[in-house]
């Protein structure tokens, strides 16, 4: 089973570039969640025929966004759940905080099948003067660590998406000039490792110790064809899936978004 995730930045845009649809029949994954996907289904265009497609749409127009593509032969989810459930987001008091509420903007998606759950999440990002790392550390990062512990316990999940947050001094190129800078807090590093401290595994980190493999880059400097880039996409599991997962990549030449897809092999 290939499952792949890709912050796509548009998926109109994309599409318009012609450059889904080939993705899409280059790779044929099983399931792939998108992320900041800025439309609703009836906007996409896309035409996939061997696809079943589920969204989250933000509130806000063109913007935010999730969704899960998952071949027919699938058959249909068990249940789809959109965003963060009611209870935890009251007990995390997740609310607008003057950018929006996050639990309306499409940030989650979950799919149920038989002997797991797919997710895919698009973290708020902390802004470049960090005025949401109140928002990231106390309450949307925690409320979805919850969240994701409670799928657990009835089985496996594989959640994956732009998590916002490079990891450690290996998932960005210059981690000493952007110490302490968005997207490489401490506060921010912290929610990643409580999600290992949890025990669901980095997949990519699985196979691949070293550093230079990034899945977003900025579009200033030319810095994609210098590999002066972030890895801040991710696919997690379960540590009960472990022993099913046989490759995690990362592909940088499939251009269309400002990050790349990955992919697990399970």
Known sequence: M???????????????KGLFAPFIKKYQPDIICLQETKAEQRQSLIDLP??????????????????????KSF???????????????????LKDDGYGNPNTEGRVIAAEFKNFY???VYTPNAKDDLSRIPLRYKQWDPAFLEYIKKLDKKKPVIFC???????????????????????????EREGIQKIIDAGFLDTFRIFTKSNGYYTWWSHFA????RNIGWRIDYIFVSKKLKGKVKDAKILPEVLGSDHCPILVEI
């Open 161 to 187: 998406g732009d998590l916002n947050v490079a990891h450690t001094e290996n998932d960005l190129a210059r981690p000493k000039e952007n110490f302490g800078k968005k997207g490489f807090t401490t506060e």
């Open 2 to 16: 290939k499952i792949m995730s890709w912050n796509v930045n548009g998926i109109r845009a994309v599409h318009k």
């Open 50 to 71: 061997d696809y079943e497609e589920y969204w989250n749409s933000a509130e806000k127009k063109g913007y935010s966004g999730t969704a899960i593509f998952f071949q």
């Open 118 to 120: 797919v997710v895919s």
């Open 222 to 225: 030319n810095a994609r064809a």
């Open 75 to 93: 058959g249909k989810p068990i249940s789809v759940t959109l965003d963060l459930p009611e209870n935890i987001a009251k007990k995390y008091n």
